[in-house]
């Protein structure tokens, strides 16, 4: 594959992780290119990053694709090994190894102490190379996991402990500090053998199978539905900087928007005074932004669990940019839970009490035309033709009665209605699925991950 071609798939790879790479910012990275020593691999690796780079939540996903297209070897990538370390620090746990494995936890351990990031490099490549290889790693099977539960580098964080309190140390570094600077390290340690992993199965099944199979996206595109613990840390730990951009970008439409088309009689006659009475600077009525209300309801069945977290997150940390905002939690009853949102400053909070406050009845699912029917008798109040109506939930009905006649009586009483539904698209009217005939009535919109919800959050601004 020429320099070219490998430019242009990995920009193409990029963009179907989710970071957004025009063609102009593709031809910039190529110029970016020709004032750097191209046998510079870091050097490469910056000038990709300046030009393409926009989000800091797009750098671990930009670092995975990188090393894939441009990795740091190939093969083996044995070098030469200058381990020598003055001191001994003591290796703890995985006891009754193997003298060999002992060698190289002990190498391990030196390393991490000192935080010689190139031997971590040399040991995670001799170590998935001696541990990693499946059975079928003539085929390019090669397993990360494997080879960490044979050195189990978290066990060694004790010993580094130990070690370093036994050592004179500047005053100003805490415990705290130094098990923090350790455990950073072994996380490195970790990230170095899966991406040595990464790269040896592209050498055999090629880097597009390693991107599409194995590389993790960004926390915004991680599908709620199908996110693990740590990917819904991320996409908690990304929420409130994003609510605060989104907040800005609203106020900032609201303020500098398109201007009232109202024309205001008196000030244009007034200023065509000085134009011997022809209205050549014509004047307009100042726009005068309004907030929408927003009304939220919300399916906390656990079917859905990990979307209403999210959605109400960010619904939370918006409200400044609603005039009212009210909150119901359903499954087949409504339970209205803006207090509890309203009481507590942290989201999560909030959200755990929205839990406790809404009782599940076990052996029963979601009924939304018993919902729709309960909000009409006792919460139809709260619709205004200013309110924006925020249905959250995946629209499967359990084979109920979805009442069609019931959400129509509503939309009606509202400014907009939209349904934010975390399912595919293609599985609407799957199963238990009443999407379609919701869809038939209301704006349906999929919301899979966090890149859609912010999107359609933002909508809810405009008529």
């Excluded at 494997?146 to 500047?170: H, K, N, S, V």
Aim: glycine share 6%; aromatic share 6%.
């Amino acid at each position: 594959m020429s320099l070219l071609d490998r430019h242009t798939d990995f920009l193409a790879a990029l963009r179907e992780h989710g970071i957004a790479v025009s063609t102009a910012e593709g031809i910039d990275a190529a110029r970016a290119l020709t004032a750097v020593d191209l046998l510079d691999r870091e050097a490469v690796r910056v000038a990709y990053a300046a030009t393409l780079v926009k989000r800091h939540n797009d750098i671990a996903v930009f670092n995975a694709l990188f090393d894939l297209w441009f990795p740091p070897a190939i093969g083996d990538g044995r070098t030469t090994d200058g381990t020598a370390v003055d001191s001994e620090v003591e290796v703890t746990g995985a006891h009754g190894t193997s003298p060999e494995l002992h060698a190289m936890r002990s190498e391990l351990a030196r390393a991490l102490f000192t935080g010689d990031d190139a031997a971590l490099v040399q040991i995670a490549r001799r170590a998935l190379a001696r541990y990693g290889s499946s059975p079928g790693a003539n085929s390019g099977s090669w397993s990360p996991r494997a080879a960490l539960e044979q050195l189990d580098p978290t066990t060694l964080l004790a010993g580094l402990m130990r070690t370093a309190e036994g050592q004179a140390r500047p005053r100003s570094t805490t415990g705290t500090a130094t098990k923090s600077r350790f455990t950073r390290r072994i996380a490195r340690f970790e990230q170095l053998v899966t991406a040595e992993a990464h790269r040896r199965i592209a050498e055999r099944k090629g880097e597009r199978y390693v991107a599409d199979n194995l590389t993790a996206p960004a926390p915004d595109q991680v599908p709620f539905l199908a996110a693990s613990q740590a990917e819904l840390t991320a996409i908690r730990r990304a929420i409130r900087p994003l609510a605060r951009q989104l907040a800005t970008r609203i106020h900032r439409k609201r303020r500098h928007g398109t201007r009232s088309t109202t024309l205001d009689f008196r000030r244009t006659l007034r200023s065509a005074l000085a134009t011997g009475g022809v209205p050549i600077a014509p004047r307009h009525r100042p726009h005068r932004p309004h907030k929408p209300e927003l009304v939220v309801l919300c399916d906390v069945s656990s079917s859905v669990a990990n979307f209403a977290h999210f959605a109400l997150l960010l619904v939370h940390a918006l409200h400044e940019v609603f005039s009212r905002t009210r909150v119901f939690a359903f499954v087949r009853e409504v339970h209205e839970v803006t207090d509890h949102l309203r009481r507590s400053r942290d989201a999560a909070e909030a959200l755990a009490e929205v839990r406790r406050a809404t009782l599940q009845l076990p052996g029963t699912g979601t009924d939304h035309g018993r919902v729709f029917a309960d909000f009409a008798a006792n919460h139809a109040d709260a619709l205004t033709p200013r309110t924006v109506l925020l249905i959250l939930g995946d629209a499967r009905n359990n084979n109920y009665d979805p009442a069609p006649e019931i959400l129509t009586t509503l939309t009606r009483r509202c400014r907009r209605t939209l349904w934010l539904n975390p399912e595919p698209r293609n599985r609407w009217g799957t199963g238990d699925s009443a999407a379609p005939v919701y869809e038939s009535l209301v704006e349906m919109a999929e919301c899979r991950n966090l890149a859609q919800l912010t999107n359609l959050v933002q909508s809810l601004d405009h008529p």
